[in-house]
């Protein structure tokens, strides 16, 4: 019985396997060894393990753990626990496999990926009839899908993983779970800052749970070859194995769809249907907490709906729609801007490799019918966001984009920001809350970029910027041709950023204070205004104010897996200190709580010192500094804007 529950706990070695995937999918149960094109199957057993070297804890997810029936204390202390929970020994009624798959990677087709290094380690039944789970070990090593790598993860990226799943969960954010997180003495070597100097490293495993890893690039292993990249899928035309995996996926985790349509492909469309909705609701969710994925390739899509493979995320700091957090991704394919556009473009390529199984013109409905649909889920987030739960009016959507405009005008934290709004004091006759507002816009302030960090946003898009280089260009020598292009979209918003970097350019931080706390006194009367029209018709005018505070306070979060958090934890844990992804993934899990726990640990106020200030950034992977004390739900320190992450 665990203690904490109450619920009855399973021993590691008496999960209930039932692994339907192996037995309803075609297995590769070649013994060859090294990579190898697998054709014709959707999974490749593993028949040998490959055992890290003194596997240990260092930390698991009681919650996560608990959808498997196992108790988190009990799990600790098994003497075993690291061994089975790492893949270094074998679970009773466990068949180690690895999914084959395919994907687009940064628009083009790649031809066959699969799990290069994670390890399917079969399905458990959850308690009391609770739904099925797989359970799969990352950082397992090698597969016939590892091409040139050594199928490891190391410490610092399964820190990232691990954290961030759980992150997700507790913010009610659809997403695989992680339920343990093991570190070893076996080392490999890695080149995190892509500048050629290799490091030692511990290899290091994550424990993830979810219904299924099948995801959209799960279906293009039956593409033939692609015009562009050359390549085609391990099993192009095998449209027999497509069939089977579309079935598995209905049946297992479709059901009402399965039992609703008699028809084949009325079935498959209706599901292509879901699955695009559930991917416009996530990426909504993503937006309204400022999430950004950073690797949105095809074989990052889950068919089930879910944020899936946590690798150079980013949850952005000062508000920016052009928030770019994978350090590689150099022309911002994936910034937080294009997440809801490239989705869908995922979502037509998973149509295309549905094929004949598809409806061909109502899969280009469904694919029509997504931006709405998703302009619809996050309209409404945003609206709970802003705690306007009782109309719905044509204006919202402007005051809602007028609101993140002066946020990157004013550099604002993204996530601070919304947390004070709840703050705004409702409208009252004779307006007695005008102090109050001040205190308010003074604390949003306090949240905004001062003038030196504004120029250099502004200078860094500056210079990072190919397409206004080549805008600026064309306005030189070739005045006609600029002049049929101007009013595009596209190109007047870079000539707005250009407008915005000179306008710094010439004025002072007083200035700019001033003209900040006017624009945003101007836009809180405007919420207020709208908050005013909450109540009418309202029989209990108090209940709707409560009403508004509950629902801001649970749908904006205090604490978000900022980079520079996971970044101490790593850093503590590189050092064999893993006291602080424990206190981390305590605090994530209970993102909106106002409780002790964000706060440092020296009672300070979480606030930089000069010095910390003043230190030079350092990129992910860097172990060289010390760990620097702030509250995790403060406005980050300066050297947090260093951090990348490829």
Sequence with gaps: MDPCSGSVSLPLERLPFNNTALRRLPVDDSEAAGSRTVPGACFSRIRTLQPLLRPTFVAVSASALALLGLSGREVLSAPLGPDYLSGSRLLPGSEPAAHCYSGHQFGLFAGQLGDGAALYLGEVEGPGGQGRWEIQVKGAGVTPYSRDGDGRKVLRSSIREFLCSEAMAALGIPSTRAAALVTSDLYVTRDPLNNGRRVRERCSTVL????????FGSFEIFLGRDEFSGLQGPSAGRHDVRAQLLDYVIESFYPSIQRRHSNRKERNTAFFREVAMRT??????WQSVGFCHGVLNTDNMSILGLTLDYGPFGFMDRFDPDFVCNASDRRGRYSYRAQPSVCRWNLARLAEALGSELHGAEAGAVLDDFMPAYEAFYLGNMRRKLGLLRREEAEDGELVSD????????????????????RVPWPAEGDRERSAVGAVVDAILDQCADIEELKRFGEKAYQDNIELAMILSMAQTNPVMFGMVADRPEVSQQLERMGRLKELLAT???????KQRDDWIHWVGRYRSRLARECDGASDPCAVREARLSAMNSTNPRVVLRNYIAQNAIQAAERGDFSEVHRILEVLENPYSDAPGAEPQDGSDGRSSENQKDREPKCEGETDYKQLTVGYGSKPPAWARGICVT
Aim: no cysteine; aromatic share 8%; charged share 25%.
């Design 208 to 215: 993830r749970v979810a219904p299924s890893f099948i995801r």
């Design 280 to 285: 416009a609701k996530l990426v909504a969710q």
């Design 403 to 422: 609101l993140l405009r002066l946020m990157h005008n004013t550099g604002a934290d993204f996530t601070n920001t919304f947390r004070l709004l709840s």
């Design 508 to 514: 002072d931080q007083a200035e700019l204070r001033e």
